[in-house]
């Protein structure tokens, strides 16, 4: 091999695309798992069964106390063995793209679900209590109450908290890279490893996140303008 | 779970090394941040039209890029681009500019002066205009103003959430392991390296990370408490960014 061209952008562009598309892919799954936890565990934490108050509070204060990337690497490898274990049993062992893909959405959902935890007891707190008992007085069932009368109310106080979370979650999923698992950072790496453009590729990824995080902002504004319907403006 | 290895006098340096490096990165980022974020409050305040708008600027991309890409772009982008300028090499900052720690200190002072930049400006713009008018009024002059009234009722305002912001910049620490520099995660690595433990050095730190957050939360609330004019509240002990 004679004088190699120096490899650009452009012949990275296929592949940062996929990996930015991964990306997404893992955040969007996390964050559905992780409102879900979120809503388990605020409803655990307003139970008024002790154990599964201290369970909650254990959940979400120990993974809020301990650094990410070191949670990201501990669960990655205590949740692929689980997982290795699990598919190896159901006799589909070696499936080694759909593990890591797997464990890199259960672990930033679980981290996630702590500090969604926290974010939904604050919102569904600050429902006006008249409102949960005239729900009561009308004579909804529990599931009634929760789905027209606590989801709505609590929506617009826990709206602002879950943006927030969803632009660390977008930020959190580069840490997936110290793992090794394939998105948008570690794809990035590789290119300016290989390219020796370092420069360039870290600036590239610094706008592709940052494109990522400023529509999602957008977006997250007409969603709160949204839900915050027929709530007196404040003057 | 095997521990054995904590005897290891070897060991034991490797985690004190980390543990001294993680406080010390910690402290020198908080102060320069801090600094940083002031400076950055005025400028989007009061600065001229281009200064408020580049204080702008720097904000937002801070805060829209995820500090490990913001890490790995001075460590290895930048600090690749400053090899090539010529005579670099023989200039005093040469070491300096070759050290993980450096790049991991200015990575962490331009997260925190533009995380708690925003909460300073919110703060700020909150003091009402009568007390900063009061003060001119009795003949202090604009730069007295702003630290012996503005920059105080400012940060009474805000303090809870800057000090909330210090307990995630200590949790932001480890991310330095990815540049080579020995922080309590690099020696966990280093150690799960050569005993091929996979849980138990990490499950040691996870702990000593508990232990630092809460003693830092608690040492945080006394200045809280003894900063003038704070009124004690009720809040959660670990804030969310």
């Given at each position: 091999?004679?004088?190699m061209?120096?490899?650009?952008?452009?012949?990275?562009?296929?592949?940062?695309?996929?990996?930015?598309?991964?990306?997404?892919?893992?955040?969007?799954?996390?964050?559905?798992?992780?409102?879900?936890?979120?809503?388990?565990?605020?409803?655990?934490?307003?139970?008024?069964?002790?154990?599964?108050?201290?369970?909650?509070?254990?959940?979400?204060?120990?993974?809020?106390a301990?650094?990410?990337?070191?949670?990201?690497?501990?669960l990655?490898?205590?949740?692929a063995?689980?997982?290795?274990a699990l598919?190896?049993?159901?006799?589909?062992?070696?499936?080694?793209?759909i593990?890591?893909?797997?464990?890199?959405v259960?672990?930033?959902?679980?981290?996630?679900?702590?500090?969604?935890?926290?974010?939904?007891?604050?919102?569904?707190?600050?429902?006006?209590?008249?409102?949960?008992?005239?729900?009561?007085?009308?004579?909804?069932?529990?599931?009634?109450?929760?789905?027209?009368?606590?989801?709505?109310?609590?929506?617009?106080?826990?709206?602002?908290?879950?943006?927030?979370?969803?632009?660390?979650?977008?930020?959190?999923?580069?840490?997936?890279?110290?793992?090794?698992f394939?998105?948008?950072?570690?794809?990035?790496?590789?290119?300016a490893?290989?390219?020796?453009?370092?420069?360039?590729?870290?600036?590239a990824?610094?706008?592709?996140?940052?494109?990522?995080?400023?529509?999602?902002?957008?977006?997250?504004?007409r969603?709160?303008?949204?839900?915050?319907?027929?709530q007196?403006?404040?003057? | 779970?095997?521990?054995?290895?904590?005897?290891?006098?070897?060991?034991?340096?490797?985690?004190?090394?980390?543990?001294?490096?993680?406080?010390?990165?910690?402290?020198?980022?908080?102060?320069?941040?801090?600094?940083?974020?002031?400076?950055?409050?005025?400028?989007?305040?009061?600065?001229?039209?281009?200064?408020?708008?580049?204080?702008?600027?720097?904000?937002?991309?801070?805060r829209?890029?995820?500090?490990?890409?913001?890490?790995?772009?001075?460590?290895?982008?930048?600090?690749?681009?400053?090899?090539?300028?010529?005579?670099?090499?023989?200039?005093?900052?040469?070491?300096?500019?070759?050290?993980?720690?450096?790049?991991?200190?200015?990575?962490?002072?331009?997260?925190?002066?533009?995380?708690?930049?925003?909460?300073?400006?919110?703060?700020?713009?909150?003091?009402?205009?009568?007390?900063?008018?009061?003060?001119?009024?009795?003949?202090?002059?604009?730069?007295?103003?702003?630290?012996?009234?503005?920059?105080?009722?400012?940060?009474?305002?805000?303090?809870?959430?800057?000090?909330?912001?210090?307990?995630?910049?200590?949790?932001?620490?480890?991310?330095?392991?990815?540049?080579?520099?020995?922080?309590?995660?690099?020696?966990?690595?280093?150690?799960?390296?050569?005993?091929?433990?996979?849980?138990?050095?990490?499950?040691?730190?996870?702990?000593?990370?508990?232990?630092?957050?809460?003693?830092?939360?608690?040492?945080?609330?006394l200045?809280?408490?003894?900063?003038?004019?704070?009124?004690?509240?009720?809040?959660?002990?670990?804030?969310?960014?």
């Amino acid at each position: 091999m004679t004088a190699m061209t120096p490899e650009g952008l452009g012949d990275w562009a296929g592949p940062i695309l996929a990996g930015a598309m991964t990306t997404l892919q893992i955040a969007v799954l996390a964050y559905a798992i992780g409102l879900l936890l979120g809503l388990l565990g605020a409803g655990a934490k307003l139970s008024p069964w002790a154990p599964l108050r201290a369970l909650a509070t254990a959940y979400s204060t120990l993974i809020r106390a301990v650094p990410e990337l070191l949670l990201i690497i501990l669960l990655y490898y205590a949740g692929a063995q689980a997982l290795d274990a699990l598919l190896a049993r159901l006799g589909i062992g070696g499936a080694v793209q759909i593990t890591g893909f797997a464990t890199a959405v259960g672990v930033l959902a679980f981290v996630q679900g702590a500090y969604m935890t926290e974010v939904f007891r604050g919102a569904i707190l600050a429902i006006p209590h008249g409102q949960l008992e005239a729900a009561d007085a009308y004579g909804f069932s529990r599931w009634t109450r929760f789905h027209r009368i606590v989801l709505p109310g609590m929506l617009p106080n826990a709206l602002p908290g879950m943006s927030n979370l969803w632009l660390i979650l977008i930020k959190d999923t580069a840490l997936i890279s110290v793992i090794g698992f394939y998105e948008l950072f570690f794809t990035i790496q590789q290119a300016a490893a290989s390219s020796r453009a370092y420069f360039l590729f870290y600036a590239a990824a610094g706008v592709i996140y940052l494109l990522m995080t400023l529509t999602s902002t957008a977006l997250f504004a007409r969603l709160e303008r949204h839900v915050r319907r027929g709530q007196p403006t404040e003057a | 779970m095997d521990f054995s290895w904590l005897s290891d006098p070897f060991y034991q340096a490797y985690l004190w090394e980390g543990f001294v490096n993680t406080l010390w990165l910690l402290l020198v980022s908080a102060v320069g941040g801090l600094l940083l974020a002031v400076a950055v409050a005025l400028a989007r305040l009061r600065g001229p039209r281009p200064l408020a708008w580049l204080a702008w600027a720097f904000t937002t991309v801070i805060r829209g890029t995820p500090l490990l890409v913001q890490l790995f772009f001075f460590y290895y982008g930048v600090g690749r681009l400053l090899e090539g300028v010529p005579g670099i090499r023989d200039s005093v900052f040469w070491p300096l500019l070759r050290d993980p720690f450096f790049f991991g200190a200015l990575t962490f002072i331009l997260s925190v002066g533009a995380y708690a930049g925003e909460v300073i400006r919110g703060a700020m713009q909150s003091v009402p205009r009568g007390e900063l008018e009061a003060g001119r009024a009795f003949g202090l002059s604009g730069f007295q103003v702003l630290y012996r009234l503005w920059l105080p009722r400012a940060i009474q305002l805000c303090l809870p959430t800057l000090t909330g912001e210090m307990i995630l910049l200590l949790k932001s620490v480890p991310l330095v392991s990815t540049i080579a520099l020995m922080d309590l995660l690099q020696a966990a690595n280093i150690i799960r390296d050569e005993t091929f433990l996979v849980y138990e050095p990490l499950l040691l730190i996870a702990g000593i990370y508990l232990a630092t957050t809460i003693v830092l939360t608690l040492l945080l609330r006394l200045v809280e408490l003894n900063f003038p004019g704070m009124r004690p509240t009720r809040r959660r002990w670990l804030p969310l960014r």
